[in-house]
């Protein structure tokens, strides 16, 4: 699949709103939660359309979570959204308790993750949600990358009857999904065969990873893409069969490198086939100021950025 | 997950039968019963363990006792029915006067308590509904039970359900700005069908809550929130009844419980180190001797 500049690029929270109205038409049990985020998690039309299934807790993440596994308690499917920063970082207790450990049906819903809020700075960034949510046991953890996965993971998490955590993306995207790919815990998209290299890349990185693909193609180095939604559980068969079929893996994500996707892989792989890795996120440190997309640019984040970690990993130099 | 014990089951059914049609002292005396032996099996499970936090437990006895035996809407053999009412112990850390009253209505066996915290015993330090039934939520820290039934009473009134949310909630907790939160939304989605019950035996883990950090004036802060409040003596099983009765305002109740924190061991009573202190042999005995 060629992925272009001028290719075009989604808000994903648009069809999540527009899925969860369409789930929602049919199943009276599922409600909206929000902590005043009405707009920002695109909230709006279903609350035109169900007055009464939007609650509102206000500015208070904790109880949002817990008012949403009381929900889940008394038989409602709760949509608890909220930006992803705060969900995952004020309410992380009651996620693990109230969600994870209850085994209540709750879909927490992390909105505008990773660096979406570009200039807004570190206290804004959810760059740490994917290590924490895979911390917490019992919590499948979904990181669409584009329209058609965002749309899949609202009617898989409402067809799974345990807790689950899903970033709903706000920095634009083209569409990657092939038609008909399968979507659920341990499966993946592999989008394009190669042999030398295998780039396992989530959420924004995923289009980026196939540009980067596309560039060393022309290189003569075959890579295979793999869009890897569900950080946990893994599909560690595909995965497994990377690390034994090509010369190294590299990992990409809108993330801190500590604990993520990076870190899910590697433990996987040193376990079971180690293969050499490089680990693409946040390395680290707090984002300087900048949008989301100068900040992607910043950490190397971009098909440049992954072709030359490819490069590295055969020996060709950083430049290649 | 534990399963029930039919006769207990059955047992407890006939006695909330008799007791539907029992006036309030009458009542009260059937309640009473049931919160002693509830006090002995709590000083046999902490005794077995030597773990536990037995202060707490005596405090919260009469109300948990109360509203299982006396009030709630359960069916101990269908725990998840869905009508059921909900009860939440928000201080988890009570959890041997929790399964005690679970146990004495039939949930599972009484021969489970022994296994109280005892390795892969399903009853942990502090609740697991997954593996519990009559547990609704995972407490344990606290914060955390208030907004869960905030959630539940909210899930009964969309759906225009009948049944009701209790949750029992240690003063020390009422620290926690989680707690508020919830009391905030409760009142604003005007949550009549929400009961919470404070606690108030005055004392927390380690100082009395006015030393630590002052609480009062309680009962105006609950006012303030929107709340109807209800004043009594935690220990009263009629005055608990009345309190329990359904609001009358259209808000949201809250119920001060006044306890006393070892409340039933005379030497366990309003005093500090009982949060968690584990009896000895011979304090076993005593504390046996008087719940006797």
């Not at chain 2, 404070?198 to 009395?208: P, Y």
Request: glycine fraction near 10%.
């Amino acid at each position: 699949m060629t992925v272009t500049a001028e290719a075009a690029t989604y808000d994903c929270r648009q069809d999540f709103a527009d899925e969860l109205i369409r789930l929602a038409e049919a199943d009276e049990r599922i409600v909206a939660v929000c902590n005043d985020s009405v707009g920002s998690s695109n909230l709006v039309g279903f609350r035109e359309r169900f007055p009464d299934r939007l609650i509102n807790v206000g500015i208070a993440e904790q109880d949002l979570v817990g008012v949403g596994a009381g929900l889940a308690n008394g038989g409602k499917i709760p949509f608890v959204s909220a930006a992803a920063p705060f969900l995952t970082g004020r309410a992380l207790e009651q996620i693990k308790a109230d969600a994870a450990y209850s085994n209540t049906h709750v879909i927490l819903c992390g909105q505008s993750p990773g660096m979406a809020y570009g200039e807004l700075g570190p206290t804004h960034h959810s760059i740490e949600d994917l290590s924490w949510m895979r911390a917490v046991a019992n919590l499948p953890v979904v990181v669409p990358a584009d329209p058609e996965q965002t749309r899949a993971a609202v009617r898989w998490a409402v067809e799974n009857r345990g807790p689950s955590f899903i970033r709903i993306p706000r920095f634009k995207v083209p569409a990657v999904t092939p038609p008909g790919a399968p979507f659920g815990p341990g499966l993946s998209n592999t989008l394009t065969d190669g042999d030398d290299v295998t780039v396992i890349a989530i959420g924004t990185l995923v289009s980026r990873a196939l540009a980067a693909a596309e560039q060393l193609r022309a290189e003569g180095i075959g890579v295979r893409v793999i869009n890897m939604p569900f950080v946990d559980p893994l599909d560690a068969g595909t995965v497994l069969a990377a690390a034994r079929e090509t010369r190294g893996i590299v990992t990409a994500e809108e993330a801190t490198v500590s604990g993520g996707l990076g870190a899910a892989v590697a433990s996987l792989v040193s376990a079971e086939h180690p293969v050499r890795m490089r680990i693409l996120g946040v390395p680290g440190v707090f984002a300087p100021t900048g949008s989301a997309g100068f900040l992607l640019e910043h950490f190397g984040l971009t098909a440049d950025g992954i072709a030359a970690a490819v490069r590295e990993l055969l020996g060709h130099g950083l430049h290649g | 997950m534990l399963v029930a014990d039919p006769p207990l089951a059955a047992e407890f059914q006939d006695l909330r039968a008799r007791l539907a049609d029992a006036d309030v002292q009458e009542k009260a005396t059937e309640l009473r019963k049931i919160s002693l032996a509830v006090r002995r099996s709590v000083v046999e499970m902490i005794a077995t363990a030597k773990l536990g936090h037995i202060g707490g437990d005596f405090s919260v006895t009469d109300i948990m006792v109360t509203c299982f035996a006396g009030v709630l809407n359960l069916d101990p053999t269908r725990p998840l029915w869905e009508d059921r009412d909900r009860f939440v112990l928000s201080k988890g850390h009570c959890a041997a006067s929790l399964y005690s009253t679970l146990a004495y209505c039939g949930f599972f066996p009484r021969s489970e308590l022994a296994t109280f915290m005892a390795p892969l015993s399903a009853l942990n330090g502090h609740p697991n509904r997954v593996k519990v039934p009559g547990v609704e939520t995972n407490s344990g820290p606290l914060g955390h039970g208030f907004p869960v039934a905030t959630g539940a009473a909210l899930a009964a009134k969309l759906d225009g359900k009948s049944w009701r949310t209790v949750v029992v909630l240690g003063d020390g907790e009422m620290q926690e700005g989680s707690n508020w939160e919830a009391a905030m939304t409760a009142s604003h989605y005007e949550l009549a069908n929400l009961t919470a019950i404070v606690d108030r035996n005055r004392l927390q883990q380690g100082a009395r809550t006015e030393d630590t950090k002052a609480l009062e004036p309680l009962g105006d802060k609950w006012r303030s929130f929107g709340w109807e409040l209800r004043e009594v003596d935690g220990h009263d099983h009629v005055a608990l009844l009345q309190a329990l009765e359904p609001s009358t305002t259209g808000k949201p109740v809250a119920i001060v419980a006044n306890t006393i924190k070892g409340k039933g061991v005379s030497f366990m009573e309003d005093r500090v180190e009982w949060h968690h202190k584990v009896p000895s042999p011979e304090q076993v005995r005593l504390a046996l001797e008087e719940l006797a």
